[in-house]
């Protein structure tokens, strides 16, 4: 894998140590020599993680739908911006970008762009690992959510391996490096099992 996505929040939430957390992540892929692509924006933690990753003397591809950037919202240091027309152009293009695909703390804007990669890997769209960091229980009503609709059953248990649940970048990262996906057959994915 040598683009990871990041999706994660336009505000910096409440605790510092979400903005952290980002930043040892943008220190763990700058070391192993990975390209970030974000959403393109400066503010938030999408600005803490681009920021620290150009710190680190990492590269950083933006990509940013045109009317985000007439709000000045668009880094203005990234290594590479691509302006997009929408917010459904904007994910196509970091999927067709990205090798694998991480969740930090956010809003619905992360829990969107997140649940759309993981509907298109359990849709064979792509086969690429779907992290979700769980930093400081952030994601824990998430997570249990998740259970609960393999529980009810409106998601087969099989594609729970399809999304790989840390709370450390570290082991977050070494999970998504040996990602193997799970075997569905296409029949399956027709019937929506």
């Avoid at 910096?12 to 990975?34: F, M, Q, T, V």
């Avoid at 620290?52 to 950083?60: D, I, K, N, Q, T």
């Avoid at 917010?87 to 703390?105: V, Y």
């Amino acid at each position: 894998m040598k683009n990871i996505a990041v999706f994660c929040g336009s505000s910096a939430g409440r605790n510092s140590i979400y903005s952290k957390a980002a930043e040892e992540l943008a220190r763990l892929l700058a070391a192993d020599s990975h390209t970030l692509i974000t959403g393109g924006g400066w503010v938030g933690i999408m600005g803490v993680i681009s920021d620290e990753m150009l710190l680190c003397g990492g590269s950083v591809i933006g990509v940013i739908p045109g009317f985000l950037v007439d709000k000045e919202v668009a880094h203005q240091s990234l290594s590479e911006m691509i302006v997009v027309e929408s917010m459904h152009e904007r994910k196509q293009k970091i999927e067709q970008l990205a090798d694998g695909f991480i969740a930090l703390p956010g809003g619905f804007g992360t829990l969107d762009e997140i649940f759309e990669m993981i509907t298109w890997a359990q849709l064979a769209i792509h086969h690429k690992p779907c992290g979700i960091l769980n930093i400081n229980g952030y994601f824990d009503h998430l997570i249990e959510h998740i259970h609960q609709m393999v529980k009810e059953g409106f998601v087969d248990k099989r594609y729970l391996e399809m999304v790989i649940f840390e709370s450390e970048p570290e082991i977050l990262l070494k999970k998504m490096m040996i990602f193997t996906p799970p075997v569905i057959d296409k029949a399956e994915i027709a019937l929506g099992k």
